[in-house]
């Protein structure tokens, strides 16, 4: 059966794009619109309530939140593709650490600076300056605790890429490239190795190419 995932040229659904890939798990995808509303739409609605992607259908299965997709995906196709989850308790407990660290140090100071960086000039609305100081503040913290922890790992849950990293793609990716931070990474020896590890990863590009981001 063929995966299919809604919205993939938004941040989030390519947290979810990049995992088929690396599972080599076929899958075809449905244009949504945010900046149309196509998101708050009735037959949208129905897969997802609150109106935000991605969703994905398996067959008859339907799922939504990124995180929660990439964890089902790499459990049910475990036996096939790049192993994500770990091999031993021990690091599956640190790849879920790992994933909780970027959902909610990593990932919430990117998001609002997201927001009123790049998404707030265009839909007219206006950019909160002190939000934004406050997202480049915590940052600084953030990635200096990942630089003492990749100073002693290659990836962040061992020495193997897992869905840990693959999580930090979609964000990390407006990070360096769109919101004129890169600095933050390259100030940092480990930050910026990892960096261009996973981000030039086969997966990763493929994404890049097929579905660009929308700003």
């Known amino acids: 059966m063929v995966v299919k995932v809604y919205g993939p040229t938004y941040g989030s659904p390519k947290r979810v794009l990049v995992c088929l890939i690396e599972k080599e798990i076929e899958f075809e995808?449905?244009?949504?619109?945010?900046?149309k509303g196509e998101n708050k739409?009735?037959?949208?609605?129905?897969l997802q309530p609150f109106g935000s992607v991605p969703v994905i259908q398996d067959a008859d299965y339907t799922l939504y939140e990124s995180r929660a997709i990439i964890r089902y995906l790499a459990e049910k196709y475990k036996d096939q593709g790049t192993e994500l989850l770990g091999k031993t308790i021990e690091e599956k407990g640190l790849v879920e650490q790992w994933l909780e660290v970027e959902a909610h140090n990593f990932?919430?100071?990117?998001y609002d600076l997201v927001i009123n960086v790049l998404f707030a000039?265009?839909?007219?609305?206006?950019?909160?300056?002190?939000?934004?100081?406050?997202?480049?503040?915590?940052?600084?913290?953030?990635?200096?605790?990942?630089?003492?922890?990749?100073?002693?790992?290659?990836?962040?849950?061992?020495?193997?890429f897992s869905l840990a990293d693959l999580s930090h793609l979609p964000f990390g990716h407006y990070l360096v490239n769109q919101?004129?931070?890169?600095?933050?990474v390259r100030e940092r020896k480990h930050v910026s190795a990892w960096w261009d590890d996973i981000s030039n990863r086969p997966s990763w590009k493929k994404v890049l190419q097929l579905y660009k981001y929308p700003v």
């Open 29 to 35: 995808t449905v244009d949504i619109d945010l900046f």
């Open 41 to 46: 739409e009735p037959e949208f609605l129905k």
């Open 107 to 110: 990932h919430p100071p990117i």
């Open 121 to 160: 000039p265009l839909t007219g609305a206006p950019s909160d300056q002190k939000v934004i100081e406050q997202s480049d503040q915590k940052l600084v913290k953030v990635l200096d605790v990942y630089e003492e922890r990749l100073s002693r790992t290659k990836y962040l849950a061992g020495d193997f």
């Open 179 to 184: 919101t004129g931070r890169g600095n933050l």
